[in-house]
């Protein structure tokens, strides 16, 4: 069983940061590439940011410049520093992984985490 829990979400005031963390637990033999998602109401989920096992990382291009992925392998967890937040970063973010296990590969999802831009 794998479990990923989303964690750092809350309101914040425009020009404001957060950290969001998302923790993988369970009988993981190796955990891959690791995406940060959002979406907003009534818009399609979009791709935040992304890093591989590796460290190479790739940015949606509204947050280039102002998020940064980064992660911790022995841990299993992946970070997504977010600064110089805009109302339009308002958004449940959801963190996607790609975990191998004893019984095969396939990708999983956090339940999400609620993050507020607004004065």
């Known amino acids: 069983q794998v479990q990923l829990v989303e964690s750092g979400g809350g309101l914040v005031q425009p020009g404001g940061s957060l950290r969001l963390s998302c923790a993988a637990s369970g009988s993981i033999l190796s955990l891959n590439a690791v995406g940060w998602y959002r979406q907003a109401p009534g818009k399609q989920r979009e791709l935040v940011a992304i890093?591989?096992?590796?460290?190479?990382?790739n940015y949606g291009d509204a947050v280039k410049g102002r998020f940064t992925i980064s992660r911790d392998n022995a841990k299993n967890t992946v970070d997504l520093q977010m600064v110089s937040l805009k109302p339009e970063d308002t958004a449940v973010y959801y963190c996607n992984a790609a975990i191998k296990t004893n019984w095969g590969s396939r990708n999983y999802w956090g339940q999400g985490t609620q993050v507020t831009v607004s004065s």
């Open positions: 890093i591989t096992s590796g460290g190479t990382t």
